[in-house]
T-cell receptor, first 111, second 118 residues
Framework: TQLLEQSPQFLSIQEGENLTVYCNSSSVFSSLQWYRQEPGEGPVLLVTVVTGGEVKKLKRLTFQFGDARKDSSLHITAAQPGDTGLYLCAGAQGGSEKLVFGKGTKLTVNP | GAGVSQSPSNKVTEKGKDVELRCDPISGHTALYWYRQSLGQGLEFLIYFQGNSAPDKSGLPSDRFSAERTGGSVSTLTIQRTQQEDSAVYLC????WGRGHAGANVLTFGAGSRLTVL
């Protein structure tokens, strides 16, 4: 059983389009993070959200943490080829420092 | 060093052999994690070290897998009697709990060690 479900699994779009990817769970998380991974490299942290309902913006990326702290979304505006990569969400529960990851969304932005 | 260093970057071994994978975390980071990533998949948690506390080994898939962290710094992941299903990229990450992000651990990952078992 996957604790964090990410959707869609694959997404291929044209440059300039908008997109949203989702990270859902039936469990509550004390914090949730989004990472981006390129081939041959380790994941790189994009953002951490800790408060239910929190919205964070990072240039063209908007991250939202659900009110109940069970889900999160990542919205990209006007996608660019440089946004191509594997987007992973990761969460920690309660006082635990164990970080669990979803399976990721593989995004391809075509020029 | 400035980042997390993992070695070897690539390892090809024969089924039944033992392998050791090394991780040099960022100096001063108290937390160290090992994850496994199969081709194109997400990260599977293996083990977590935090300071001098007992490690969380709940993700180790079998007793063929073990890890140690010496002196609170370098960590070694050992896989005994390797099997073909052990083939994957093994990622190490280090971090400081709560640094810059209240209530969360900020992790820096290495580039991984790609293991291929023939």
């Amino acid at each position: 059983t996957q604790l964090l479900e990410q959707s869609p699994q694959f997404l291929s779009i044209q440059e300039g389009e908008n997109l949203t990817v989702y990270c859902n769970s039936s469990s509550v998380f004390s914090s949730l993070q989004w990472y981006r991974q390129e081939p041959g490299e380790g994941p790189v942290l994009l953002v951490t959200v800790v408060t239910g309902g929190e919205v964070k913006k990072l240039k063209r990326l908007t991250f939202q943490f659900g009110d109940a702290r069970k889900d999160s979304s990542l919205h990209i505006t006007a996608a660019q080829p440089g946004d191509t990569g594997l987007y992973l969400c990761a969460g920690a529960q309660g006082g635990s420092e164990k970080l669990v990851f979803g399976k990721g969304t593989k995004l391809t932005v075509n020029p | 060093g400035a980042g997390v260093s993992q070695s070897p970057s690539n390892k090809v071994t024969e089924k039944g052999k033992d392998v050791e994978l090394r991780c040099d975390p960022i100096s001063g980071h108290t937390a160290l994690y090992w994850y496994r990533q199969s081709l194109g998949q997400g990260l599977e948690f293996l083990i977590y070290f935090q300071g001098n506390s007992a490690p969380d080994k709940s993700g180790l898939p079998s007793d063929r897998f073990s890890a140690e962290r010496t002196g609170g710094s370098v960590s070694t992941l050992t896989i005994q009697r390797t099997q073909q299903e052990d083939s994957a990229v093994y990622l190490c990450a280090s971090g400081l709990w709560g640094r810059g992000h209240a209530g969360a651990n900020v992790l820096t990952f290495g580039a991984g060690s790609r293991l291929t078992v023939l």
